[in-house]
C-alpha cells in the first residue's frame, strides 16, 4: 500500500470543507450499505445541479425583487412531470413608487404590478398561474383573476398565465382570443402572433381550426358532432361558435 505524501497528509482532508464532499460523507455514514462510491458520487452532483437550478445566486437581486419557482413553460400545472424553473419577479420598482407619491391610486399600482411579473416570468423561461400571482401579491385568487382581466381589456392583449396559453381554469382559452383578433378585430395574424407571445404556426393552426369549425356549423352540426369531428375541445368549439355568431352580425 502506497504512503500519503506529505503534501496529501497536511491538505487532502481540506476538501471535506466543501459542499460536494460532505454530500458524499453524508451518504457514505448514513447509507454505507446502500450506495457504492460511484453512486455517492453520481448523486451528490444531482443534489448539486439541483441546489444550482432551485436556488441561483440572489446578489443580481434588487430592493422590491423576489424569487419564485414558476412552472416551466413548456410544462403544463396539470402534468405529473411538471417541472419548475427559478424566476426573478419585482413586486415593487422605483417607478410604482414615483407614481404613488404623484398621487396614483394602488388598484392602478396593483394592476401593472401583476401583469408586470406575470411578463417577467415568462420572459426568464416560466409561467405564473393565478394562484402564483395571488400568493405573491396576498390576494385572493378572484381578485388577481378581475384585476388581470381589468389588464388585457385596457391594453388589448393576453398575459401569458397558465390559464391563456394552456386553456386552464374558467378563462377564456388563448385560442379564441387569437381567433377574436383575427377575424372580428381583422389584425394582422402575424401581429396576432407577437401581442400574444404565440408562435406564427401556432395561430395558424388555430384559424384552421375555427374555419372547420365555421363549416361543420354551416352545416347544421352541433358542438357535440363538431367535437367528435375536429377533436377540439367542447368548451373551445362553444367559443369559436360564438365567434362565428359575431362574425355574421359584424
Known amino acids: 500500500m502506497l504512503s500519503k505524501s506529505a503534501a496529501m497528509k497536511r491538505y487532502g ?51 422590491g425583487q423576489v424569487l419564485w419557482m414558476a412552472l416551466d413553460k413548456h410544462t403544463r400545472g396539470d402534468s405529473p412531470q411538471r417541472r419548475f424553473v427559478p424566476v426573478v419577479l419585482s413586486l415593487v420598482t422605483p417607478d410604482d413608487v414615483a407614481q404613488l407619491a404623484n398621487g396614483s391610486k394602488p388598484p392602478v399600482i396593483a394592476k401593472n404590478t401583476i401583469a408586470r411579473i406575470i411578463t417577467e416570468a415568462y420572459a426568464q423561461g416560466g409561467i405564473l398561474s393565478t394562484r402564483d400571482a395571488a400568493l405573491l ?65 401556432a395561430v395558424d393552426r388555430y384559424l384552421k381550426d375555427y374555419y372547420r369549425v365555421k363549416t361543420l356549423a354551416d352545416h347544421h352540426h352541433d358542438i357535440t358532432f363538431i367535437h367528435h369531428v375536429t377533436d377540439i375541445a367542447k368548451h373551445v368549439v362553444k367559443q369559436y361558435l360564438d365567434i362565428l355568431e359575431q362574425e355574421k352580425i359584424s
Not at 23 to 35: M, N, V
Not at 36 to 49: F, I, N, Q, S
Not at 178 to 183: E, S, Y
Open 13 to 63: 482532508s481540506a476538501r471535506e470543507r466543501f459542499l460536494k464532499p460532505m454530500i458524499i460523507a453524508f451518504f457514505r455514514q448514513e447509507f454505507p450499505k446502500l450506495f457504492g462510491p460511484v453512486m455517492r458520487e453520481k448523486l451528490a452532483d444531482e443534489l448539486l445541479t439541483l441546489i444550482e437550478r432551485t436556488c441561483p445566486r440572489t446578489e443580481r437581486l434588487k430592493p
Open 137 to 201: 401579491t396576498v390576494r385572493h385568487d378572484a381578485s388577481v383573476s378581475q384585476i388581470r382581466l381589468q389588464y388585457e381589456k385596457e391594453h388589448q392583449c393576453i398575459l401569458p398565465h397558465t390559464g391563456a396559453l394552456h386553456d386552464m381554469g374558467s378563462t377564456i382559452t388563448h385560442k379564441a382570443v387569437i381567433v377574436t383578433k383575427v377575424v372580428l378585430q381583422k389584425k394582422n395574424p402575424a401581429q396576432v402572433a407577437r401581442e400574444c407571445n404565440h408562435s406564427q404556426r
